[in-house]
């Protein structure tokens, strides 16, 4: 990173290693643009340097728990930034059922979890998993054979076993007629660990017309 005949243009370096002694403590002396040299001292790997066109600082390397994302202010000086969490995906969660619901009124039924194919849509029991860690759900995407039959025919995360609906759910039924697919991303649900999920739909009618439905959403 040192020498005659190397300069430096504007960005950002990174520091990932340690010097030839082993301790990732030291001093470099980087070029700059004027033939002269900038001292920056590195105390961690991951340290990042930043030449703005004049001068060397450095950005000590991101140690947070969380997400971060590295930006800049408006006089260019970089810092770590947490990320929101629309920022970050989370992990998905999903769950299937094949075929026609079953036919009783305002009757909840389950998709099979990480199922994809053999799960019936007529299973009044449901068979919840446990979440493997403390997240905040939400995000439940939709997609069905067949829409509802009215603005009741939900489907929702639930909780715990016997199950609890959350406050998570879309309905397959949008603008006064059956819809093949829904979201909520307005609302949210915190797990613990060891918290059971599981996805169900409930019926708007007696003779509900949703059939295969496909659901997923993210914890985070």
């Given amino acids: 990173m040192s020498g005659s005949g190397c300069t430096y243009g504007m960005g ?9 002694s082993g301790s990732s403590t030291y001093t470099q002396q980087l070029p700059n643009n004027s033939g002269t040299f900038e001292v920056a001292s590195f105390a961690n790997a991951g340290d990042m340097g930043y030449y703005n066109g004049s001068t060397f600082s450095v950005l000590t390397g991101n140690t947070a728990s969380g997400k971060q994302a590295l930006t800049e202010s408006s006089s260019g000086t970089p810092s770590w930034t947490g990320l929101s969490a629309a920022a970050t995906a989370g992990t ?31 299973q009044t029991s449901d068979v919840p998993a446990p979440m493997p860690y403390t997240c905040t759900a939400g995000n439940l995407y939709v997609n069905a054979g067949t829409g509802g039959a009215s603005s009741n025919s939900y489907v929702t995360i639930f909780t715990g076993s016997p199950p609890v609906a959350a406050t998570v759910k879309c309905a397959l039924w949008q603008s006064g007629m059956s819809a093949t697919t829904c979201n909520d991303t307005t609302h949210s649900h915190t797990f613990m660990a060891g918290d059971l999920w599981s996805i169900g739909l409930q019926t708007g009618s007696a003779g509900d017309s949703m059939n295969t439905i496909r659901a997923s959403f993210t914890c985070q």
């Fill in 12 to 20: 950002y370096y990174l520091v990932t290693g340690t010097n030839g």
């Fill in 92 to 122: 998905v969660f999903w769950a299937f059922c094949n075929g026609i619901v079953g036919s009783a009124n305002s009757m909840s039924y389950f998709l099979g979890g990480f199922q994809t194919s053999s799960n019936a849509c007529t």
